[in-house]
T-cell receptor, first 113, second 116 residues
Framework: KAGVTQTPRYLIKTRGQQVTLSCSPI?????VSWYQQTPGQGLQFLFE???????NKGNFPGRFSGRQFSNSRSEMNVSTLELGDSALYLC????????????FGPGTRLLVL | AQTVTQSQPEMSVQEAETVTLSCTYD???????LFWYKQPPSRQMILVIR??????QNATENRFSVNFQKAAKSFSLKISDSQLGDAAMYFC?????????????FGQGTRLTINP
């Protein structure tokens, strides 16, 4: 099976812009979670989608949003970018999300200038 | 709120030797999962090993094994016969065991260097 894929792999934006990141889970997986990784804050949970519904949410401002499509692919959007949004954004998928291990994609590195 | 602590920011070991990475966690839950993930320079997060809290037997995966001490809330990772490819950041992570609970809580990580 192909692994979790994320696009784009690298992105450079300027403050105030918005960005959309994409994640395609492993075939058959219905749960997709997003994490932000920064040197200062480490790995932090953003949100999780299951069957097109947001099921869990971390402590991030409303500028961070996401959605999931019927084919389980997920996108996350960050509006009004700030310098502090520069990070590696990781996506992880699992079959149903409750009792299975999550498998991670390679990440999207976002740089905000 | 659950927290995970890795007290060793960096560790190094000679190739072929054994190294143990430490992890402690805090939770009021009785059922949960614990994980060790490896993140090499490519940044891809790779699952190393997983432990269910209700299992008394320590998990093992080839050269990787854990020492799970539930009462002490300790979950260390032992890497035997260290190889150059083991060099990476290692993250300890916690997750509740309940329907729909997907949030992983990570420690700050331990950077492992393998000396040839």
């Amino acid at each position: 099976k192909a692994g979790v894929t994320q696009t784009p792999r690298y992105l450079i934006k300027t403050r105030g812009q918005q960005v959309t990141l994409s994640c395609s889970p492993i075939s058959g997986h219905r749960s997709v979670s997003w994490y932000q990784q920064t040197p200062g804050q480490g790995l932090q949970f953003l949100f999780e989608y299951f069957s097109e519904t947001q099921r869990n949410k971390g402590n991030f401002p409303g500028r961070f949003s996401g959605r999931q499509f019927s084919n389980s692919r997920s996108e996350m959007n960050v509006s009004t970018l700030e310098l502090g949004d520069s990070a590696l954004y990781l996506c992880a998928s699992s079959f149903s999300g409750s009792y299975e291990t999550q498998y991670f994609g390679p990440g999207t590195r976002l740089l905000v200038l | 709120a659950q927290t995970v602590t890795q007290s060793q920011p960096e560790m190094s070991v000679q190739e072929a030797e054994t190294v143990t990475l430490s992890c402690t966690y805090d939770t009021s839950e009785s059922d949960y999962y614990l994980f060790w993930y490896k993140q090499p320079p490519s940044r891809q997060m790779i699952l190393v090993i997983r432990q269910e809290a209700y299992k008394q037997q320590n998990a093992t995966e080839n050269r990787f094994s854990v020492n799970f001490q539930k009462a002490a809330k300790s979950f260390s990772l032992k890497i035997s016969d260290s190889q150059l490819g083991d060099a990476a950041m290692y993250f300890c992570a916690y997750r509740r065991l309940s329907q729909g609970a997907q949030k992983l809580v990570f420690g700050q990580g331990t950077r492992l260097t393998i000396n040839p």
